[in-house]
């Protein structure tokens, strides 16, 4: 869904009589309400049931697919676009899912192929969109989704249980109001201050609403005695800092996205571009997609024998070298296809490491809220990365006839970016306790159930 329209971009405008800027929205939608939906999901699917919230994300991402292939103008576009971001909490309820009713055995690979699909999704739906946009009409694409979204339903009815784990109690609507509210002020200054301006008072006067929002709401929630979102589990240091390292985790994963497909399709005349089509852009970072779902399993085998701490770490390690290698190694199509691979390496092994830190600091009945929130983290961090990326490369130009382009130099700072925010997640999981993965769960003194971490050896 994130990556969808991407081969549209250049032509949204025109498709959809509105300008460029109204255009945006139909990607910024996406993001607000996927940012929006997921902890909200997740809550709602401890309480209510994990599978009933899955089928029901699942359904809404389909009626938004069907609305977005008979829409002609900007409106119905939004709308559709908005109903598709809330399928992104499907993430974590698969994985909460995944630990109530897999054996112990398979938990562990499962959770990391499911974790690492964010990112498989977008590198392998980028050239599929392309191909599609390229020879058919752009309709196609959400009929092509609608049409995927509607087997995922069939399947997920026809084989995932319903877990029997719930919390129960009453949704806290207060929270979930103050969070969102929070979340469109901060996501939204974030995603269109480059168009409005960052010293522009509807820039600042969101930033400012989001802080305020934020602080009312967390007063809310740690006054609450069902909160939305657990504050004080959350600030448990294994829970804050796996939290932090998937912001910047997700910085450098979306920085790949934004840099290479431009560096790859700007035209040879600039002496760095590689004059690509945007279906063989695709088709170059596909692999990363592909290598992400391979070493899924072997951050799970990493994580069961060393701990996820360490997956983390060694995950976010390779991200950096690829980033520090692309410094030097952007003059060819086959070397952006190595870096991009490398990058997608550790972006798997990263990503299949977090829900297992996650899910051996929290209750198994808050497991999907707790996911939810780390998924959260992610997506802000891709929101961030598209704001810094695409602020170096808007002011580090070169001419070229009568238009301005990013030049290399823009290009080179954006990686060394990404290797900077992947540098920093290392730093951040070297301060996480040690520890193993959920192994089981045994009753608390309160009632509640609890991970416990896998014995040693």
Known sequence: MNTLVVPLISQLPTLLHATASDASWAITATLLAGAVATPV??????????????????????????????????????VGRTLQGCGVGVIPLGISIMRDELPPDKIGSSVALMSSSLGVGGALGLPGAA???????????????AALGAVVFALVLAFVPESRVRSGGRFDLVGGIGLSAGLVCLLLAISKGAD???????????????????????????RSKRPLVDLRTTARRQVLLTNL???????????????????????KATGYGLGQTMLVAGLCLAPGGLVMMVVSPLSAWITANWGPKFSLMLGSAVVAAGYGLSVVFMDAVWQLIVVATLIGGGIGLAYGAMPALIMSAVPQSETASANGLNSLMRSMGTSISAAVVGVVLAHMTTAFGTYSLPSRAGFRTAMIIGCGAAAAAVVLAGFLPNGRPVARVAAAPDGHTVAEPAPAG
């Not at 699917?45 to 069907?66: E, N, P, Q």
């Not at 609305?67 to 576009?77: E, H, I, N, R």
Request: hydrophobic residues 60%; glycine residues 10%.
């Open 41 to 78: 999901v997740g809550r709602l699917g401890d309480m209510f049931g994990k599978r009933r919230m899955l089928l029901l994300s699942v359904c809404v991402l389909v009626a938004g697919s069907i609305v977005c292939a008979l829409s002609g103008s900007l409106a119905p576009m939004v």
């Open 131 to 145: 191909l599609l946009a390229q020879h058919a009409d752009w309709h196609v694409l959400f009929w092509v989704s």
């Open 196 to 222: 409005w301006g960052w010293t522009s008072g509807r820039t600042d006067g969101l930033f400012s609403a989001a802080v305020l929002i934020f602080l009312v709401w967390g007063r809310w929630e740690l």
């Open 245 to 267: 390292a998937s912001v910047v985790v997700g910085f450098a994963m979306y920085a790949m996205s934004l840099v290479l497909p431009q560096l790859l399709q700007m035209p």
